[in-house]
């Protein structure tokens, strides 16, 4: 069975992302729907709430794949997994592999990685990269999972 985030990791999605059945831009200005679900989304689009815990689980396996396949040669907790899936979920799974997160984390440098999260705190607003308090919050928590027995 293909490895998946646990229920404190989607916690963390959902905290984070928040449900919204109505399309909206992001502060990023990218539509989203859903628990951060950007595929196929457009302006005036609606979906229930089942069809939003869908695109979740459906969004999550290709995440949950792509950290399990860039992690398979660590040591990698629960924890450290969910972490990482819920980041890589947000900033895709290409930046997540190019991420010092995953660096770190390879080279077994547990507190350098739970570190680097941090580093993630910017969208693009109009253009010039900029902190964000909502981003600056959910790595302080990835963060704290990661580092969590």
């Not at 989304?41 to 949950?64: F, K, N, R, W, Y």
């Not at 972490?83 to 984390?105: D, Y």
């Amino acid at each position: 069975m293909a490895r998946q985030i646990n229920d404190q990791g989607i916690a963390l999605i959902k905290r984070y992302e928040g449900v919204k059945l109505d399309a909206y831009q992001d502060v990023a200005g990218i539509w989203t729907i859903g628990y951060g679900h950007i595929k196929g989304v457009t302006p005036g689009m609606h979906i229930s709430d089942d069809e939003a815990e869908q695109a979740l689980q459906d969004d999550l396996t290709g995440t949950e794949a792509a950290v399990a396949d860039a992690t398979s040669d660590a040591d990698t907790t629960d924890n450290q997994f969910s972490a990482m899936v819920c980041f890589a979920f947000n900033v895709g799974t290409a930046n997540f592999r190019q991420s010092t997160v995953l660096k770190e984390h390879l080279a077994g440098n547990d507190e350098r990685a739970a570190d680097a999260f941090l580093m993630w705190n910017k969208a693009r607003i109009k253009g010039v990269l900029q902190p964000v308090t909502g981003l600056t919050n959910r790595r302080n928590a990835e963060r704290t999972l990661y580092l969590t027995l």
